[in-house]
């Protein structure tokens, strides 16, 4: 059995900070997560998308985020549980927190913060040509150039679709964006953008045919406004229709769970002792699903259960230009 002060279940961005913040205040830390590197959905599904909400960046791109978050965390050594599921999970206030691995491994810890890393996401179908996958269909882009000169289709009116729109204008040959509904639920400012590029949107639309040979090489639009459905050549096309959360092991561990998300307080607490949790997979009243607010609240947490590794440890941690404690 390996001893930490601190566990940390997911090593997105959330948890990366986390384990930044956790040697911050002096703690050793574990990240587990079941994918086989650190970052969660933006190392797997946007590596080189633009990121806009985080302070101090006008914009990062995937990659870069979690390289400079990587750099800050591992500054405190914590150590790595990669491709790696946590199954089981005890926790009690006199004899700690014990989890049990897909590995077989057994983590002992002072205080368990969960950031995510242990569940997946499935992607939510089009309903028509998922035979195309692999041949022009795809739900996200972890890679850019390979859609550089194509026509490109993109199905959906969220962030992700819009965001993808922005990254693959200056390189794809063209962009159009298809969705079901008048309104958007993008960032207003991003579909400005987006339109000022003159980037083509087809509103109160259907996605009803995809065609092609080995690959795809036409979509047909059915519109309200239009008796006539439209064909247009598409060489990719993207379904970002966001993605369904199963949290996996989570749901058996006893903790408050409301609609697929852990239930906290103000102090990033859960209803069992010493367990912490942070990120996407959170929910309270006003919650912000951003990653700058997940930051904010693995922070929290970490200086909340600071008291659960060490009594003598204060809720607050002193100021970073002082230096650690």
Request: aromatic share 8%.
């Amino acid at each position: 059995m390996s001893s930490y002060d601190v566990a940390i279940v997911g090593a997105g961005p959330a948890g990366l900070y986390a384990a930044y913040y956790a040697g911050f205040r002096g703690f050793s830390s574990v990240l587990i997560d079941t994918l086989a590197e650190p970052g969660g959905q933006i190392s797997a599904m946007y590596p080189e998308k633009a990121i806009y909400d985080i302070a101090g960046f006008p914009s990062v791109q995937g990659k870069v985020l979690v390289a400079n978050l990587l750099e800050q965390a591992n500054e405190y050594e914590p150590a790595y549980k990669l491709n790696t599921q946590a199954l089981t999970l005890s926790a009690s206030e006199t004899d700690g927190i014990a989890l049990g691995l897909s590995d077989g491994e057994q983590i002992h810890a002072r205080a368990l913060l969960i950031t995510g890393g242990i569940g997946s996401f499935t992607p939510r179908e089009l309903g028509i040509g998922e035979q195309w996958l692999g041949r022009g269909l795809v739900h996200f882009v972890p890679s850019l150039h390979e859609h550089a000169g194509k026509h490109v289709v993109i199905v959906g009116g969220g962030d992700s679709a819009f965001d993808w729109a922005l990254a693959l204008h200056p390189i794809a040959r063209s962009i159009t964006i298809i969705h079901r509904r008048d309104s958007f639920r993008a960032h207003a400012a991003t579909v400005d953008k987006v339109k000022s590029l003159g980037i083509r949107l087809i509103t109160d639309a259907q996605l009803v045919d995809i065609a092609g040979g080995d690959h795809i090489e036409c979509v047909t639009v059915s519109t309200k406004d239009n008796e006539q459905d439209e064909t247009i050549p598409a060489e990719t096309v993207v379904a970002a229709l966001g993605f369904i959360a199963n949290i996996g092991p989570i749901a058996d561990w006893g903790l408050d769970i409301h609609k697929r998300r852990i239930v906290v307080d103000s102090s990033m607490r859960t209803n069992l002792p010493r367990v912490f949790a942070a990120g996407d997979i959170t929910v309270y009243e006003g919650k912000v699903p951003l990653i700058s607010v997940g930051f904010g609240e693995a922070a929290t947490a970490i200086n909340n259960a600071a008291s659960w590794v060490d009594p003598h440890k204060g809720v607050f941690p002193g100021h970073s230009s002082g230096g650690a404690e």
